[in-house]
């Protein structure tokens, strides 16, 4: 049956008319779904028993709970879903002194097939719809806790754009959760159509993965620079005005040997001349089937020092959960082929 959870406003309340109810029964099926959290149609107390009975021979309400959990020595937390029979996302609660972050997933796999992703390695295997996506929050045991939200999980959020956008919108839509979108972080590797309805569609904070200033170098580790040229993706930020609340990141992990040297620190300088944005180095941490590895401390540290003795802000992230497969992706992939392997 079809889920109700992860629908708009307007969705809903079309479903209402569809089936013979008033109008105003879309705006109670928000308050249920989104502020009273119920799990089932007949919790539904204020629509008349049956107009919920109607609904409940064609609808659901849609909400799954994680499978698995793992928990890090630093209190990240790795929680594992379902999606069909043998597939499966993640999301990564990530707890860090006044701040609770949550990085949630938009697809099963990804196809854009970066070299140093292991969820790519999976391949591309589906969409998640926005309740899909919605529900790795609503789900989560501290989900009260939160205090921002981060597409940043398995798969590229700009590569199922109506879905991510629906679910931004029920995130900080008043009928729906009343999130500010000061609160979110959308990821993306810079897929410029999409990127240019986000930004013109929503007012959540825009992440780039840039990891290299060079389109030669990138293309080597991104294919998607073969159809989205870095300068392209430079010259769409420098579109908008990066100087009020909104902000723009761009993701940077730093590979020992490849993209950490003073011509990579003065190119980048160079490329983000101009954008009032933030570096996060990011240390990379090995993964199955990849030549690449992480640069040493000492060298982070000097790239950081120096982009930021030249103007642009630059921060390490701290990494996290590395004892709970915590990169995007490993812990999925184990299911997966654990799964594989007993039907073999």
């Known amino acids: 049956m079809e889920s109700l959870f992860g629908k708009t406003l307007d969705q ?36 008349a028993k049956k107009g919920r009975e109607r609904l409940e021979e064609k609808y659901t309400v849609g909400l799954s709970q994680p499978i698995k959990v793992q928990t890090s020595s630093d209190g990240t937390k790795k929680y594992l879903f379902t999606h069909g029979s043998k597939r499966f996302i993640e999301a990564a609660f990530i707890p860090d002194d006044d ?12 196809k854009m097939g970066c070299l140093f992703c292991m969820t790519g390695k999976q ?11 919605l529900n790795q929050i609503r789900s989560l045991p501290e989900r009260d806790q939160l205090t921002n939200v981060v597409y940043m999980g398995m798969g ?3 590569d199922n754009p109506d879905e991510v956008m629906q679910s931004l919108e029920i995130l900080t839509a008043g009928w729906g959760y009343g999130w500010s979108p000061k609160r979110i972080t959308v990821s993306t590797i810079g897929i410029i159509p999409a990127m240019k309805r986000f930004l013109n569609e929503s007012d ?82 090995p993964i199955p089937d990849t030549p690449l590895h992480g640069t040493n401390e000492e060298t982070l540290q000097y790239f950081k020092n120096r982009l930021n003795e030249k103007g642009v802000l630059c921060t390490i992230r701290a990494s996290r959960g590395q004892d709970i497969y915590a990169a995007c992706g490993l812990l999925s992939t184990k299911e997966l082929l654990s799964h594989e392997q007993k039907d073999y």
């Open 12 to 47: 809903l309340t079309k479903i209402a008319l569809d089936n013979g109810l008033p109008k105003f029964t879309g705006r109670q099926l928000t308050e249920w779904l989104y502020k009273k959290h119920v799990t089932s149609i007949s919790d539904m107390t204020n629509i």
């Open 99 to 110: 701040r609770a972050t949550l990085c949630v997933s938009s697809q099963v796999g990804c």
């Open 123 to 133: 391949g591309f295997q589906s969409h998640l719809t926005a309740g899909e996506i």
């Open 156 to 158: 590229e959020p700009l």
């Open 204 to 285: 959540c904070h825009l992440a780039i993965s840039l990891h290299s200033p060079f389109e030669e170098e990138r293309r080597k580790l991104m294919p998607v620079e073969n159809v989205y040229h870095l300068h392209e993706v430079i010259a769409t930020v420098k579109e908008w005005d990066w100087t009020r609340q909104r902000r723009i990141s761009f993701e940077y992990i730093v590979f020992g040997g490849l993209n950490d040297t003073p011509r990579h620190i003065n190119e980048l300088v160079r490329i983000l001349n101009g954008i009032k944005c933030r570096i996060n180095l990011i240390r990379f941490h």
